[in-house]
């Protein structure tokens, strides 16, 4: 079965920087498309961005598209996700999660998750 565990969240003030990373354990990522996603407190969970297996392939929903930056690293079972300029809107619990049928932003197209980490954006 595969695992999901993410890290890097934390508290970071307005304008500033943030690296998750989704490690994944039991199957190699390689033929998994990764999705990003979030969930701020009273709001549903939204997709982030989405990187195909190969990585040749990454999307953004426009609220980030030119801040944050989707990567992977198949021999580190490992997908990232660069976070910059962030806003205190971004203030929620990101998930990574997997599917093998491509990229998508809907949580319910996913069925492998992470169990979260939480990123503050305050000053």
């Known amino acids: 079965q595969l695992q999901l565990v993410e890290s890097g969240g934390g508290l970071v003030q307005p304008g500033g920087s943030l690296r998750l990373s989704c490690v994944g354990s039991?199957?190699?990522?390689?033929?998994?498309?990764i999705g990003w996603f979030r969930q701020a407190p009273g709001k549903e969970r939204e997709g982030v961005s989405c990187i195909s297996s190969s990585g040749g392939n990454t999307n953004y929903v426009d609220s980030v598209k030119g801040r944050f930056t989707i990567s992977r690293d198949n021999a580190k079972n490992t997908v990232y996700l660069r976070m910059n300029n962030l806003k205190p809107e971004a203030t929620a619990i990101y998930y990574c999660?997997?599917?093998?049928?491509?990229?998508?932003?809907?949580?319910?197209?996913?069925?492998?998750w992470g169990q979260g980490t939480q990123v503050t954006v305050s000053s």
């Open positions: 039991g199957y190699s990522l390689d033929y998994y498309n």
């Open positions: 999660a997997a599917r093998i049928l491509g990229c998508s932003y809907l949580p319910a197209d996913f069925r492998s």
